[in-house]
């Protein structure tokens, strides 16, 4: 009887380990945002349409990051180059 009692015990505490391991982020990079980047052009003739579409990636990005993706937020980090 007593064995039977220790192997429940036993099944019942992996259990809740498996559980805990499941439900609790592995580590602390999981609150890092996602860093997306998008090819555009900010200068030149073509730069007349740039505005407009960072300003469209900027309300989407807003919209996303009100529920998050995987509980992370998205990023859109900016860098601008002479296009050389």
Do not use: H
């Amino acid at each position: 009887m007593k064995r039977i009692v220790n192997m429940n015990s036993l099944i019942l505490i992996t259990a809740f380990l498996a559980t805990l391991l499941i439900l609790l982020p592995f580590d602390a990079s999981a609150q890092k945002p996602i860093k997306v980047g998008v090819i555009d052009t900010y200068s030149g003739p073509p730069a007349v349409f740039a505005d407009d579409a960072l300003n469209g990636f900027k309300l989407a990005l807003d919209e996303i990051n009100k529920k998050g993706v995987l509980g992370r937020k998205i990023e859109l980090p900016l860098v601008m180059t002479s296009g050389r």
